[in-house]
């Protein structure tokens, strides 16, 4: 089908959820995606954090010819090999104890609240006091589902479909006053991202993190923290409260998991385990055969071939020069990350539109998050001289908007351009 035809087809028999962009992709190589006149993309987004290891990567090509040939799927009634065996290097990367296997982000994150509330009840019935209640963080984003909706912040992910799941408090981003005024016996778990995504990619505190898990400890409640955009390596480390020193009791793991393969995981401590029994939880497809052992050539991967170093290496360039950048063009008002998750944020959603548009022009995929916040999510391969290629064309784009917005201005070219 050509481009033009999808459209229409799409347009007749899909549910419109998606805007999408003018695109029709083929194929892809390494960091780059091919649309349908084989034109190349320079892909800073990675599906939106999910193709770490770029595209046509060997490991992940061999691995799921291999395993279609003996298994796809068994119901979870049995065993198989991959489940155990990614557990394993699971625990050991985030020092966590036991792990469910879920199909997506926002189902291991569901598996989380579910925890959370068992916990708390079996903490009751041990004779403790603790309530039901979650306390998530302003501009937050953990799914579309409705446990995860429920605790995310923005009102346009929520108020279409309320009423909600009850029982959920926003607390203000990085105020530890706030979360100090929430915080209650009633309270069963406190959710963060370590950095926030959606959000806009912005980092926790030290102070914000520490006073959390603090409060966590005081009452028994859980201390749950959503990695699967920051996790699995993105930040320079496999999660993002590593950076911390703070051991979360729940984190959830997704998008560059399986490398494209739908599949999520949610990881707890010993204790939080117990509250869990035989026929409380359960999936289909989540942690199948194929998927599994996409996961686990994965992280092999990533280990084998020292791509947390390499994110942090390339990331941390990356950085520097965004913020020479921001030095040059007053519109970027911040700039924020970790490793290869990286953020410019503008001073207007206009200007934030105008460059994914241009950027697009120029054969390079990013977003705008957040309406104001250029994101940054490019697969772990990326390399230095894509960086270059990548801030050579931000900085076109914005000297060219400064200077059509000066023109405009004042009537005539002459204006000065910012920075």
Known sequence: MTLETVKATESKLLLETYERNPLLFERGEGVYLIDENGERYLDLLSGIGVNALGYGHAAIEETIARQSKALIHTSNLYF??????????????????????????TEAWEAALKLARAHAGLLRSEGKSIGTKFLALEQSFHGRT???????????????????????????????????AKFSNKVCAILVESIQGEGGIRPLTQEFFETARALTESTGALLIVDEIQAGMGRTGKW?????????????????????????????????????????????????????????????????????????????????????????????????????????????????????????????????????????????????????????????????????????????????????
């Open 80 to 105: 198989h090999n991959g489940q155990a065996e990614l557990a394993l290097r699971l625990t050991q990367r985030t020092g966590l104890d036991r792990v469910f296997f879920a199909n997506t982000g």
């Open 146 to 180: 409705y446990g995860s909706v429920s605790t995310t912040h923005k009102a346009k992910y929520r108020e279409p479909f309320g009423p909600v799941v009850p029982g959920v408090e926003f607390v203000r981003f990085n105020d530890v006053a706030d979360l100090l």
């Open 239 to 419: 999660c993002g409260y590593q950076h911390y020193g703070i051991l979360p009791d729940v984190t959830t793991l997704a998008k560059p998991l399986a490398g494209g393969i739908p599949l999520g995981a949610m990881l707890c401590t010993e204790e939080a385990a117990r509250a869990i029994h035989p026929g409380m939880h359960g999936t289909t497809f989540g942690g199948g055969p194929l998927a599994c052992a996409v996961a686990i050539a994965v992280v092999d991967t990533i280990e084998r071939d020292g791509l947390l170093a390499h994110a942090t290496e390339v990331g941390g360039y990356f950085q520097e020069q965004l913020r020479t950048l921001a030095k040059r063009h007053d519109a970027i008002v911040d700039v924020r990350g970790k490793g290869l998750m990286l953020a410019a944020e503008l001073d207007s959603a206009e200007l934030g539109k105008h460059v994914v548009r241009a950027m697009l022009d120029r054969h390079i995929l990013i977003n705008c998050t957040s309406d104001t916040v250029l994101r940054f999510l490019p697969p772990y391969i990326l390399v230095k001289e894509h960086v270059d290629l990548a801030i050579a064309a931000l900085d076109e784009i914005f000297t060219e908007y400064a200077n059509t917005h000066a023109v405009s201005s004042t009537g005539h070219a002459g204006g000065q351009v910012r920075g």
